[in-house]
């Protein structure tokens, strides 16, 4: 009894101890089950950032092509700010080292030279506070420390300010300062200034700018002002008064010095003529002497009454006559003003208000109406007129027009004066008046037709035309001189000759007339000729000015294929910066995945390992389950449907490890397209620098032929002369007074044409200048001849009609 007894007691012991055990077993596998749903939470949430994550690579990579155009756009600005800060830097650096080679190269100052720089100070010439203030600035210029400049100042002590040193003990350069500034500070009256300013006279002795530093010195003890200052010096110049008043306008001293340079000049230039009218009066008072001479030669040799040479005009320089009878006289225009002589005629189809005077000889016209006229060209005249008085006046030129009066129409040469040497706008004469039938009443002149009125004039109107010119040099054609010049002497007939020898003479210069309008006709059919060969050059000129206005068009097309081919460059260059930038953001990609993929190996290592340690806790939880079940079928179905759930969620994550593996395989797979595309923008790069190349090798040709034209246009073409034309040559030596003479020789006759525009002239007459020359067509004008003179050889050239030949 007693061994069953203890038996069933140590039973009970023992089922007590397993008992024990057993719930110290289910603690520890709660706790155990509690450290695996920490260890799976933590790995489920990291399974999730990495699901994140992908996620967040996978919305980039979606939204990197939405995205490009604004970072491409931002990358620019980027890359264009580190230019700017790049050049910057660059700039900077440049700076730098221009200053370290100039601190290199620049001399050291010597203090050795500060003395000589600033002045003494004797404590009663100059203000003590304007020698600091100068002493100062030069010491900071020479870099002066403070021993430095006490020992400087106290050596430029002199006088009463060295023997107030004597007496005080100084040992530094503030104390030198103060105390000087307390025994020698000074304070002038303005009124003491101003009356030192206004008694200082320049001397004669010392130059404008030694007075005008004197004056500025004494201004300088107060505050004076500029102006007053300048006042002061002007009053204190011996100089005349109207000099003065320009003077006293000046606002600064270096205006003052420049007025005054003014007056040095204009005094210099004014003692110049005294000087000569003194060397003029003794030179006349040297030849004081009365020499008698000849009033015919002029020698000093002979009076005139035993002069032997012939009697000399001094009007034309010529022999045998006098001044006064000298029949070179050339006409004479007399202007008489009344307002019935006027009459209103059209010259080339513009009214003009013209004087009519039977006693002019020529018929002129002032210089402002001439400028009225259309294509009218203006020729030379060398005929001078001469009017009451015998007051020369030389004309600006002549010209042909077509005037229009009562109905009648005529062609009449007029000459071309100033506008203040007549008063009218123009004066038609005889030669104007010849020409028609007129009557003279209280309404004025009314002109008619020649042939109209032939053989009923009364003799009233015969007495008007009996009016000649006994001295005009008239420009008729050579088979009619005879009979002008008979006329001529007829027509000094005196005024009572009987009638009917003044009507033969009438019927007479009828005659001469009608041969004169024959003339005047065949003259306008030249001059009609002439216009028509204008017109025909005219012509020609619009066909010049079209052909150039289509070069220009030429050139304007040029030029916009030009400006298209630029902005094609521009775009093409525009696009091969975005395609590199492409490439770039591109590379920058890669190099992102390759990141990420570096990142999640690293992350497959980690979840490797904690797969490892899940691994190991199941292990260890099966053991710990089987001793559960063994010990304990009450929690058993518990940790049954425990595990099923750690086996699913372990499922999902070899699922998720199956997704992540998908997911690299495809980043590879982009990693190789993006790879693909960066060679082929590689390619095109290439491409596009070929065409940009040969781009810019087509716009250089395209410069090139577009200067050719340009130059082609600019050049002048050359005439085409040939044997026997008349030329003029250009001047090329260099000689005294040139440009007294003509720019041109001639005329040269033209005897050789050689090769590229050179030609072989000799001289066609008496000129200046080689016999037998060879010169180029760049040298060359054609050699107009200057009709009706007979030095017309030696006349030169017009240059006006010349330059229009070239």
């Not at 320089?317 to 007399?334: F, M, R, W, Y």
């Not at 033969?504 to 005047?520: G, M, P």
């Not at 923008?681 to 190349?693: K, M």
């Not at 200067?707 to 000689?735: C, I, N, P, S, W």
């Amino acid at each position: 009894m007693k061994k069953t007894a203890a038996i069933e007691k140590a039973k009970v012991e023992r089922g007590q101890k397993y008992t024990l055990r057993s719930r110290e077993t289910v603690k520890t596998e709660e706790v155990k089950i509690k450290s695996v749903e920490l260890a799976r939470n933590s790995a489920t949430n990291r399974v999730k950032k990495e699901e994140e994550k992908k996620e967040l690579l996978e919305v980039a990579s979606n939204s990197t092509k939405e995205q490009s155009e604004i970072e491409l756009a931002k990358m620019e600005q980027m890359i264009e700010q580190n230019q700017v800060n790049l050049q910057q830097i660059i700039q900077l650096l440049n700076l730098k080292i221009q200053a370290d080679e100039i601190d290199r190269q620049e001399p050291k100052v010597s203090v050795e030279g500060f003395s000589k720089v600033v002045p003494d100070f004797d404590g009663e010439s100059v203000p003590v506070e304007y020698w600091f203030n100068n002493f100062e600035l030069n010491a900071d210029a020479y870099g002066l420390n403070e021993k430095q400049k006490y020992v400087n100042a106290r050596s430029k002590m002199t006088k009463t300010a060295q023997l107030f040193l004597e007496s005080v003990f100084v040992c530094s350069y503030g104390e030198l300062k103060s105390k000087l500034l307390n025994e020698f500070k000074r304070e002038y009256e303005s009124a003491e200034i101003h009356t030192k300013l206004n008694e200082r006279k320049k001397q004669d002795v010392e130059s404008f700018q030694e007075y005008v530093l004197q004056m500025r010195k004494i201004a300088a003890l107060g505050n004076v002002e500029t102006k007053s200052i300048i006042r002061y010096i002007v009053n204190g110049l011996n100089i005349a008064k109207e000099f003065k008043y320009n003077m006293y306008g000046c606002k600064t001293f270096e205006e003052l010095k420049e007025k005054y340079c003014d007056y040095e000049c204009v005094k210099d230039v004014e003692n110049q003529k005294d000087d000569n009218k003194e060397r003029k009066r003794n030179q006349n008072s040297d030849n004081s002497k009365n020499q008698s001479r000849c009033f015919n030669c002029g020698s000093v040799d002979h009076m005139r009454k035993d002069c032997v040479a012939k009697t000399k005009c001094f009007k034309c320089q010529e022999d045998g006559h006098i001044s006064l009878n000298c029949p070179n006289t050339v006409k004479a225009v007399q202007v008489v003003k009344a307002d019935k002589r006027l009459k209103i005629i059209k010259l080339n189809n513009v009214e003009v208000s013209c004087l009519v005077d039977t006693g002019a000889d020529v018929s002129i016209v002032k210089f402002s109406v001439y400028k009225r006229l259309p294509a009218v060209e203006l020729n030379k005249c060398t005929s001078v007129l001469r009017g009451m008085g015998k007051v020369s006046t030389i004309p600006l030129g002549e010209f042909e027009g077509v005037v229009t009066v009562d109905d009648v129409q005529s062609l009449q040469k007029f000459i071309v004066v100033p506008d203040n040497k007549i008063e009218f706008d123009a004066l038609v004469g005889y030669d104007f008046v010849s020409k028609f039938h007129f009557a003279l009443n209280e309404n004025g002149f009314n002109f008619s037709s020649s042939s109209a009125q032939e053989d009923h004039a009364d003799l009233n109107q015969m007495s008007i035309y009996n009016i000649v010119e006994t001295k005009v040099d008239k420009n008729a054609p050579p088979q009619y001189k005879p009979s002008i010049e008979s006329l001529k002497q007829r027509s000094s007939v005196r005024g009572d000759a009987s009638s009917k020898e003044r009507l033969q003479l009438e019927r007479e210069l009828q005659e001469a007339r009608q041969q004169l309008q024959t003339s005047i006709a065949t003259m306008s059919e030249a001059q009609r000729r002439e216009q028509k060969l204008q017109k025909d050059l005219a012509k020609l000129q619009l066909e010049q000015q079209q052909q150039s206005s289509d070069n220009k068009v030429a050139m304007k097309e040029l030029q916009e294929r030009l400006e298209i081919t630029n902005t094609e460059l521009q775009h093409k260059e525009q696009l091969a910066r975005e395609d590199e930038q492409k490439i770039a953001d591109l590379k920058t990609l890669v190099e992102t995945i390759r990141v990420a993929n570096a990142n999640l190996s690293a992350k497959n290592a980690e979840l490797s390992t904690v797969l490892e340690v899940l691994q190991a806790e199941k292990n260890e939880m099966m053991q710990s389950f089987e001793l559960f079940e063994m010990e304990a079928d009450m929690n058993a179905g518990r940790l049954v449907e425990k595990l099923h759930g750690m086996k699913q969620e372990l499922e999902q994550s070899h699922s998720a490890l199956k997704l992540q593996k998908s997911s690299n395989k495809q980043l590879q797979e982009q990693l190789q397209e993006v790879q693909q595309t960066d060679q082929n923008l590689q390619g095109t790069a290439v491409e596009v620098a070929e065409q940009l190349r040969q781009l810019n090798q087509s716009i250089g040709e395209l410069q090139k032929t577009v200067h050719q034209m340009q130059y082609d246009e600019k050049r002048k073409q050359v005439y085409d002369y040939k044997e026997g034309d008349l030329v003029a040559v250009k001047r090329t030596q260099f000689l005294a007074g040139r440009k007294l003479h003509n720019n041109y020789l001639g005329p040269y006759e033209v005897i050789e044409v050689k090769r590229n525009g050179c030609f072989e002239v000799r001289k066609a007459a008496q000129i200046e200048g080689p016999n037998i020359t060879i010169t180029s067509s760049d040298n060359m004008k054609l050699w107009q001849y200057v009709g009706y003179n007979d030095d017309c050889l030696s006349s030169g050239t017009d240059d006006a009609y010349q330059d229009g030949r070239m």
